[in-house]
């Protein structure tokens, strides 16, 4: 698949279904692997090799706007790079913990439009094994 059927499925699948739904909690698997992988080589950007010049990190970039954009009510956004990467990076983790949560016995507080990219502390526990 390429890099436009891939923004354009974001954009009809994601992004287009609510304002809560870049939310990590809210993302099916798919999207959660997706997005893990591109802050994964954003994360590695010195490293990319993109010869043909794609763009990369374009889902991870759309989430974080659209979350942006909810949380300002639709209005203008303005980011510093530096504002921008941070909050990257603030999606990154807790990519991260939504992936801990949905595949090993550890439950991490979900995110919400009013915690997200607040540096929030979050309560874990465990789930208890099924008999």
Same mark, same amino acid.
């Given at each position: 698949?390429?890099?436009?059927?891939?923004?354009? $499925?974001?954009?009809?699948?994601?992004? /287009?279904? @609510?304002?809560?739904?870049?939310? %990590?909690?809210?993302? $099916?698997?798919?999207?959660?692997? #997706?997005?893990?992988?591109?802050?994964? +080589?954003?994360?590695?950007? +010195? +490293?990319?090799?993109?010869?043909?010049?794609? %763009? #990369?990190?374009?889902?991870?970039?759309?989430? #974080?706007?659209?979350?942006?954009? #909810?949380?300002? @009510?639709? /209005?203008?956004?303005?980011?510093?790079?530096?504002?921008?990467?941070?909050?990257?990076?603030?999606?990154?983790? /807790?990519? @991260?913990? /939504?992936?801990?949560? $949905?595949?090993? +016995?550890f439950q991490c507080e979900p995110a919400t439009l009013e915690t997200i990219f607040t540096n929030r502390g979050v309560a874990m526990s465990t789930r208890r094994c $099924?008999?």
């Open positions: 698949m390429n890099n436009n059927d891939l923004i354009s $499925r974001f954009k009809t699948e994601v992004l /287009e279904t @609510g304002p809560e739904s870049t939310l %990590p909690c809210n993302l $099916r698997d798919e999207w959660l692997d #997706v997005l893990l992988m591109q802050a994964d +080589e954003m994360a590695n950007l +010195e +490293e990319l090799d993109n010869e043909d010049d794609s %763009p #990369v990190c374009t889902e991870l970039l759309a989430a #974080v706007l659209h979350i942006h954009m #909810v949380k300002n @009510g639709f /209005e203008k956004v303005s980011l510093e790079e530096s504002e921008l990467m941070h909050t990257m990076e603030l999606y990154a983790i /807790e990519l @991260g913990m /939504e992936k801990v949560s $949905r595949n090993t +016995e $099924r008999q």
